[in-house]
């Protein structure tokens, strides 16, 4: 069964979340927050599989609440999913950037939500699929200008490991890349297992981010 917290400011929405995940067989939500703040403290008291978090909130946001939570050593087990009414905007990277192993637009299909939940759960990481190549190219454009800390992926990786966040980075599954490269799918999802605490993330939404940043993998512009 995968725990949810919810935390949104909007009763309404909260209501509507939890009426919506509560119907999946597998799912519970254990808790429902009100604002940042309380977030945090229910996301220590339970300490839920998931926490799905609105991106704004007066007071402690959602990028404040998934930095929180993703630096926390009694945290580590919680995935931070980012809902949100917003588009493409800095609060999409920042939320990324802090941690979060997804990001979903509120009026995404219903399935598709509950769907980003269980796949936040396993630790695959979800980007609506509307923003994942704008998301892509503005850190490919925002890393020119951070400072490179990792300039090459075999100081952290192993051959294969590298090779197998480069296939991610293409998008590709579990089964796409274990075809790719004639593996089995548990070797590759061992792989991704070791390669995600070495690189520090979480997810492997969060390794592709990774990726970009450090330089590892480049993006042409489109024309």
Not at 3 to 24: E, F, K, P, T, Y
Not at 29 to 51: F, Y
Not at 75 to 97: K, M, R
């Amino acid at each position: 069964m995968i725990r949810v917290l919810i935390a949104d400011d909007q009763g309404l929405v909260r209501a509507g979340l939890a009426a919506l995940l509560s119907a999946a067989p597998d799912i519970e939500v254990v808790g429902t927050a009100a604002d940042g703040d309380e977030a945090l403290a229910m996301a220590r008291q339970l300490v839920p599989d998931v926490a799905c978090v609105d991106v704004r909130m007066p007071g402690r946001d959602g990028i404040s609440v998934t930095r929180e939570l993703f630096g926390s050593e009694a945290s580590q087990g919680i995935a931070v999913l980012i809902l949100t009414t917003f588009a493409i905007d800095d609060y999409v990277f920042g939320a990324l950037e802090a941690g979060a192993s997804g990001f979903m637009l509120k009026d995404s299909e219903p399935e598709d939500i509950v769907a980003a939940v269980r796949s936040v759960a396993a630790g695959n990481g979800t980007l609506d699929a509307s923003l994942t190549r704008t998301v892509i190219q503005e850190f490919s454009r925002r890393r020119r200008s951070r400072p490179v800390t990792v300039t090459n992926g075999s100081d952290l990786l192993s051959p294969r490991e590298l090779d197998i966040l480069l296939l991610l980075a293409q998008g590709m599954s579990n089964e796409d890349i274990a075809r790719h490269l004639v593996l089995e799918v548990s070797t590759v999802k061992s792989h991704v297992s070791r390669m995600l605490p070495k690189i520090g993330v979480r997810s492997r939404l969060q390794a592709v981010v990774w990726a970009y940043q450090h330089r590892i993998v480049e993006i042409e512009d489109e024309d």
